[in-house]
């Protein structure tokens, strides 16, 4: 193939987004844009990166936070594990490496939350180490052109690609280069609808030439997706005070807030919910009012959640060791995940 390095970086230098963080190399926040947007579209990461940027403008700033002003600003994000490794990886930068930001490969991957992909796009980028990325969009890009049906969520197939990539990274830019296959998967060479009509190495694509446009990159099956059911319960009484409650353990959500939860083993009608003992022991009047019901799917990578959200006003709620009594005009103070988040909306209106 041709010098593909420097044909890739040319085409990057003409086609690239105007996004923020590539504005700087500042390595805190390369890294905060990189942490945001390993299960996040840049559409969206857009406005979290601008928030967390102008909120915690040093990484002493983010290590000085709580968790539980950094869970709130990332609500909405999902996948919270990463907003609590940042934060742990901040404060272990800001008071065990004098705030020194790390600028090797060796050294950053240290941190927690930061893997081999993220360490190697910001030494790449902030300090031109030569570090090759490797993510879905560089997989789709490399399995066309050289045409490897190698399953790329496979041990060997990742090891053959992040080989290849490596290969590839010849010129004397490779934070460019990175940035630059990794655009080029994501602008030109889409999963779908790619545009080869255009693709300035259409003469040498395998995946083209086989009319494997489609099929190229090959995935093993995933595992098994798990269902779930949650019914959430927000208790109002007299006063506008509610029950909450901070998720603890190793699930979903944790450090998130939430309102008393009842898990089942199968789906549970809005109805049946109501007039089950989780709900009776709650809410031990007769005279209550349903202020609000929704039933909602949310999708996770491994479970899909099928969830059932009630609103009820009484006249006062039940005192219990479980339970944190809150007053509904500040839920806004606190995250909570977000099928929950069209409560505590409600309540930000009134």
Request: charged content about 25%; some cysteine.
């Amino acid at each position: 193939m041709r010098d593909f390095s420097s044909e890739l970086i040319l085409w990057y230098k003409a086609h690239k987004r105007s996004l923020p963080w590539r504005k700087t190399k500042d390595p805190y926040h390369i890294w905060i844009s990189e942490i945001i947007l390993q299960q996040t579209r840049v559409i969206q990461g857009i406005s979290y990166y601008d928030k967390f940027t102008n909120t915690f403008p040093t990484v002493g700033d983010l290590a000085l936070a709580t968790e539980d002003q950094v869970l709130k600003l990332w609500e909405g994000l999902g996948y919270y594990s990463r907003a609590r490794n940042m934060h742990a990886a901040a404060k272990k930068i800001y008071f065990e490496l004098d705030g020194v930001f790390p600028s090797t490969y060796n050294d950053l991957i240290e941190l927690k939350g930061v893997g081999p992909y993220t360490a190697a796009a910001i030494s790449s980028i902030c300090y031109n180490e030569h570090k090759t990325v490797v993510d879905g969009n560089v997989f789709r890009v490399l399995s066309r052109l050289f045409g490897i049906d190698t399953a790329i969520n496979s041990t060997i197939g990742k090891k053959q690609f992040e080989k290849l990539a490596h290969s590839l990274n010849t010129g004397s830019e490779h934070g460019l280069f990175n940035q630059a296959l990794m655009e080029f998967g994501a602008l030109h060479c889409t999963p779908k609808l790619a545009k080869c009509e255009t693709c300035i190495f259409q003469d040498t694509c395998e995946a083209l030439r086989s009319d494997k446009v489609d099929v190229l990159p090959v995935k093993e099956k995933k595992l098994k997706v798990r269902n779930r059911y949650l019914s959430f319960l927000c208790i109002i009484d007299a006063n506008d005070n509610t029950l909450i409650q901070r998720r603890e353990g190793k699930g979903i959500w944790e450090g998130l807030y939430q309102f008393p939860l009842y898990e089942s083993d199968e789906e549970v009608s809005i109805e049946n919910f109501l007039n089950s003992d989780f709900v009776k022991e709650l809410v031990l009047v007769a005279k209550k009012e349903i202020v609000y019901t929704n039933q909602v799917k949310h999708k996770l990578t491994h479970q899909t959640l099928y969830i059932n959200k009630v609103i009820l006003k009484i006249d006062q709620l039940l005192k219990t060791n479980i339970f944190d009594i809150e007053s509904i005009s500040n839920l806004k103070e606190y995250a909570f995940p977000k099928p929950l988040t069209d409560i505590v909306a409600r309540f930000s209106k009134e």
